[in-house]
């Protein structure tokens, strides 16, 4: 009888080997992101102060920070930022070293703990935090100015400078975010331990 059972019953084949042992692993193309980074602070500081309405010009490094955040994690997004708020911080003459480096570093860590969710690939998320990680760099650095003793008209500021590069922000978030990603393809989370291979 258990003859008849152990007939019945087709032969396992031996699975092999290299399957078991490499699982298929989704690229980070963290180069991309690096070039990515690099072409945004040329832009930023070449092209984008002549892309002004009233006073306010685009922002595309607080971009390309939160929408690569949202594709790779918070690791990647607040060290992104950091790179690219001091990158642009060394090009430019501003009087304050380490400020938008800090402001960067917070949206992208922030905007990055959204890679999880399934929204993360439709373009309302990234685009929507892009505009809100905008107006957290403006305000933060606004504040930083007037705590410093700056003088200057806190409304005029607002509209004259903080609306337009916002608005301009999230105008120039849509085409950056298709850019993201067709180069990095689906979000997924980068974290430290995953670089040692």
């Known amino acids: 009888m258990a003859e008849q059972i152990t007939g019945d019953i087709p032969a396992a084949r031996p699975l092999p080997v290299g399957r078991i042992r ?3 692993q989704r690229p980070d193309h963290l180069g991309r992101v690096a070039i990515m980074a690099v072409v945004a602070v040329l832009l930023q500081i070449t092209l984008m102060p002549y892309l002004t309405v009233a006073y306010g010009s685009p922002d595309i490094c607080i971009a390309l920070v939160v929408i690569v955040a949202v594709f790779r994690g918070p690791f990647v997004g607040a060290i992104l930022g950091f ?3 001091l990158a642009v911080e060394l090009t430019t003459p501003v009087g304050t070293l380490g ?3 800090l402001l960067y570093l917070a949206a992208g860590y922030w905007c990055g703990r959204f890679v999880d969710r399934p929204e993360a690939e439709s373009l309302g998320l990234p685009v929507a935090l892009a505009v809100a990680a905008c107006a957290f760099v403006q305000v933060g650095y606004a504040v930083f100015q007037l705590l410093l ?8 500021v607002a509209v004259q400078v903080v ?5 301009l922000t999230g105008l120039l978030s849509f085409p950056l975010m298709l850019v993201v ?3 990095l393809g689906a979000p997924h989370d980068v974290e430290p331990g995953m670089l040692d291979a």
């Not at 700056?150 to 409304?155: G, I, K, M, N, P």
């Open 181 to 183: 990603r067709r180069l």
């Open 22 to 24: 490499s699982l298929p």
């Open 163 to 167: 609306v337009p590069t916002i608005l």
């Open 149 to 156: 003793g700056t003088e200057f008209v806190v409304s005029a």
């Open 83 to 85: 790179a690219c708020g």
């Open 99 to 101: 400020v938008l480096a």
